[in-house]
């Protein structure tokens, strides 16, 4: 006799939502490029205001920040 497999959900995938925005605000957010002072990043919006940062950088240009976000090479920041 085999024993039933439980369907459990998907993981999250935080590449595409917001690890700090889930953590620390219980939030699911999807990343976008935003921009502060300091420049552009990836971080997410929750009702239209800033969330999270979840980018260890900041970018020049809107331009490099959304190549980085398509091209996966920025680094998630560990706490806010």
Same mark, same amino acid.
């Given at each position: 006799m085999t024993t039933?497999? +439980? @369907?459990? $959900? $998907?993981?999250?995938?935080?590449?595409?939502?917001?690890?700090? $925005? /889930?953590? /620390?605000? +219980?939030?699911? @957010? @999807?990343?976008?490029?935003? +921009?502060?002072? $300091?420049?552009? /990043?990836?971080?997410?919006?929750?009702e239209g205001l800033p969330c999270s940062r979840e980018s260890n950088e900041y970018y020049v240009t809107e331009k490099d920040a959304m190549q980085a976000l398509i091209d996966d090479s920025w680094t998630q920041k560990v706490a806010p």
């Open positions: 039933p497999v +439980k @369907e459990t $959900a $998907a993981p999250l995938d935080f590449r595409r939502f917001g690890r700090l $925005a /889930y953590v /620390y605000c +219980k939030q699911r @957010e @999807e990343v976008q490029v935003l +921009k502060s002072q $300091a420049g552009f /990043y990836i971080g997410t919006l929750s």
